[in-house]
């Protein structure tokens, strides 16, 4: 009880914020009954083999909320944890129906993920209507919260390099497991104390055998594909220009198509082959490999085992020349075209002819 006791104080300590409005309270109240209401314990036991013992279970702050589901900081065992509650909505049985589904795949694909890049599964506890999946605490936040504090174009190319290939070496395992991320994007990607990068969140991922097409898929359209947009059949290409994206972030600090709305985005994307705008001083070691994983034609991106080697032969150079990405110049057979369209909404988006 000494740990219950301990994230009590914790709860208690938090600094008062605004009184809720009706809306909040009573959303809030239907929260509540999943939780026992003196030590936020979840109710229920499970019965599979990743079911975790609820009696070692205390909920501490809520860092974190979704559309269906609340990320709090936890104690599980004597361990920190993330702790995510998704809930079911009693009014609809669809909505129901599809986050148990999730629910039970994306327990099925981090059950069997292991690697030092990938988000580590504790346990999970399936009680309907509601889930629970507990998974290693990262202090460091999201990948997006980091680079948000930052000043635009100011993160040194060194980290940028190192974040990078912690991202592909995470993706390479996940492809080689067979699976599909679908979602990866900066807010998915979690920092540890030493700024390691871990791929998190596998609420949409699949098993490539089992994708099939992205009709009704909802993603985050910043981020997706040209072929998920358009509901296509797609392959672990789409995880590849979600990884050209994520780098551009890197490289920038900024949220991609800032300007537009997401679906302005999708249209431009699909329709005006817009990308974000790569900065003037962007190295062309980076700017090339972007052009190439943010392809419109899924063949023509890398696979992540070439971009892992393609990163670590940029750290190789960079040990050996601190100059190197000033002085890189690309195979003489590696043409780049680009050019700069305008338009309506008034944005200025890179073009890319593959």
């Not at 099925?108 to 399936?126: D, E, M």
């Not at 009704?216 to 947009?229: D, K, L, S, V």
């Amino acid at each position: 009880m000494q740990n219950f006791y301990w994230f009590k104080q914790i709860s208690n300590n938090v600094k008062s914020e605004r009184r809720l409005s009706l809306g909040e309270y009573r959303r809030a109240v239907s929260w509540s009954k999943y939780l026992v209401s003196s030590g936020a314990e979840i109710k229920g036991e499970g019965e599979e083999e990743w079911s975790a013992d609820m009696s070692q279970l205390f909920i501490g702050v809520k860092f974190a909320s979704g559309r269906h589901s609340r990320i709090y900081r936890g104690i599980y065992k004597q361990k920190d944890v993330a702790i995510k509650l998704i809930s079911q909505p009693e009014e609809d049985e669809n909505l129901a129906r599809m986050l148990e589904q999730q629910f039970t795949s994306e327990v099925a694909l981090l059950f069997r993920l292991r690697h030092p890049n990938i988000i580590a599964f504790v346990a999970a506890c399936k009680k309907p209507p509601v889930f629970c999946i507990i998974t290693e605490y990262l202090a460091g936040g999201s990948l997006r919260k980091f680079l948000h504090q930052q000043e635009p174009h100011s993160i040194p190319l060194d980290l940028v390099l190192k974040l990078a290939l912690d991202i592909a070496h995470g993706m390479k395992y996940l492809h080689s497991q067979g699976i599909l991320h679908r979602d990866l994007k900066s807010e998915n990607l979690l920092l540890g104390e030493d700024m390691s990068v871990k791929v998190a969140d596998f609420g949409i991922s699949c098993l490539e055998t089992q994708c099939g097409s992205a009709k009704g898929f909802t993603g985050t359209y910043r981020w997706m594909a040209p072929e998920m947009i358009k509901e296509k059949h797609h392959t672990k290409k789409v995880d590849v220009y979600s990884f050209g994206i994520v780098l551009w972030e890197l490289l920038t600090a900024l949220t991609p198509f800032d300007n537009m709305t997401p679906e302005q985005a999708a249209f431009a994307v699909c329709q005006k082959n817009a990308r974000p705008p790569l900065p003037p001083a962007c190295p062309m070691a980076f700017r090339r490999l972007i052009n190439r994983c943010w392809s419109s034609n899924p063949h023509k991106r890398p696979h992540f085992d070439e971009i892992v080697a393609i990163l670590e032969g940029y750290s190789e150079s960079l040990e050996q020349d601190p100059e190197f990405f000033s002085s890189y110049k690309p195979p003489r057979d590696h043409t780049l075209f680009g050019c700069f369209p305008k338009f309506s909404s008034g944005c200025r988006s890179t073009c890319v002819k593959d």
